[in-house]
Nanobody, 115 residues
Framework: QVLLQESGGGLVQAGGSLRLSCVASGRTISTYAMGWFRQAPGKEREFVGGIISSGRSTVYGNSVKGRFTVSRDNTKNTVYLQMNNLMPEDTAVYYC????????WGPGTQVTVSS
């Protein structure tokens, strides 16, 4: 079983930046595509961005395209989400997971963007 732990969230002003980390333990994720998801109160979980196992290709949801970047370091079993030009509508709990074969969800990390 792979355990996922997100970190790096916090409170930032609109226009600011954050980098989230997702560390996997218990099993390697180096052979899996990984994705970032977010969920705001009262809303469904939303796909944010994903990255293939090699890290050479990424995809993004329309709401974050051009602002967020997914990367990974397979030697550290870690996936990152660089978030730039944050907007209040980005406020949510952010999670990572395998988009093609979900593992148990981690605790997520809260991102709050103020106006």
């Amino acid at each position: 079983q792979v355990l996922l732990q997100e970190s790096g969230g916090g409170l930032v002003q609109a226009g600011g930046s954050l980098r989230l980390s997702c560390v996997a333990s218990g099993r390697t994720i180096s052979t899996y595509a990984m994705g970032w998801f977010r969920q705001a109160p009262g809303k469904e979980r939303e796909f944010v961005g994903g990255i293939i196992s090699s890290g050479r290709s990424t995809v993004y949801g329309n709401s974050v395209k051009g602002r967020f970047t997914v990367s990974r370091d397979n030697t550290k079993n870690t996936v990152y989400l660089q978030m730039n030009n944050l907007m209040p509508e980005d406020t949510a709990v952010y999670y990572c997971n395998r988009p093609l074969s979900y593992a148990a969800w981690g605790p997520g990390t809260q991102v709050t963007v103020s106006s």
